[in-house]
């Protein structure tokens, strides 16, 4: 049996970590072998990371911070995603290089390019077999942040217009590979989100 990989992508407040754990509940009554993990923080240096690259007081360059996003997305292929994909896992990963290339190139305004090729090089250019972006306005998914009452990270508390130049440039990115992206509209109910990438999934040889 080989591996999935599986990365969920989008805006803040998305609903992101619900599909992966309904996507996880499928797989498994499926009887594969499930692996989450997330970026930043899958690991025990990316926690370390995620601390430093979301709470840090202090200033943090474009480039650093695509750096740091870096090093923990190299750690996690290699000790996480690589080995449980050689087993046969599927592995379901909330946010991975598109993440990168949409907040730190677009949002930050660093080359995409050059900032999905420094991903490439980190993971030793690990695809995904499917990403699923979960697409919403970022006002919507500002207040359903809002309503969660929770503290906002370096990222959250970015201006509404850099979280529209993410959600443009996933889109973009989606449209450029759409063998590998599906695109599902995150105001609709869970259930049926998770049905279309379960459709989606079930369309794939
Ligand atoms: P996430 O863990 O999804 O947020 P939370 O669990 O707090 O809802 O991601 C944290 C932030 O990190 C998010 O605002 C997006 C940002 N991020 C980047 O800017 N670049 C990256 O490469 C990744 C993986 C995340």
Redesign the pocket.
């Known amino acids: 049996m080989t591996g999935l990989f599986i990365t969920l992508e989008g805006g ?2 998305t609903g ?2 619900t599909q992966a754990a309904l996507l996880g509940e499928w797989f498994t009554e499926q009887g594969r072998e499930v692996v989450f993990t ?4 899958g690991t025990d240096l990316g926690l370390e990371l ?1 601390e430093i ?2 709470h840090s007081r202090g200033d943090i360059t474009a480039r650093a ?1 695509a750096l740091l ?1 870096a090093a ?2 190299a750690h996690n292929v290699a000790t996480i995603v690589r080995p449980s994909l050689a087993r046969g896992a599927v592995v379901i990963q ?4 598109d ?2 290339a ?3 190139g677009a ?1 930050r305004v660093l080359d995409p390019v050059e900032v999905r090729n420094v ?1 490439m090089w980190a993971t030793e250019n690990l695809v995904p077999d499917l990403t699923v972006l979960l697409d919403l306005d970022p006002k919507v998914g500002r207040e359903r ?1 809002d309503a969660d009452n ?1 503290r906002f ?1 370096r ?2 508390s970015e201006a509404l217009d850099f979280h529209v130049r993410v959600r443009d440039a996933y889109l973009a990115m989606a449209a450029s590979e759409p063998d590998r992206f599906i695109v599902v509209d995150a105001s609709l109910d869970r259930l049926e989100i998770r049905d279309a990438i379960i459709a989606r999934l079930g369309t794939r040889s």
């Open positions: 803040d407040g992101k970590s997330r970026e930043p923080g995620r690259v979301l911070e996003y923990d997305r909330d946010r991975y290089l993440s990168s949409a907040y730190q949002g991903s942040l929770k990270d990222l959250e």
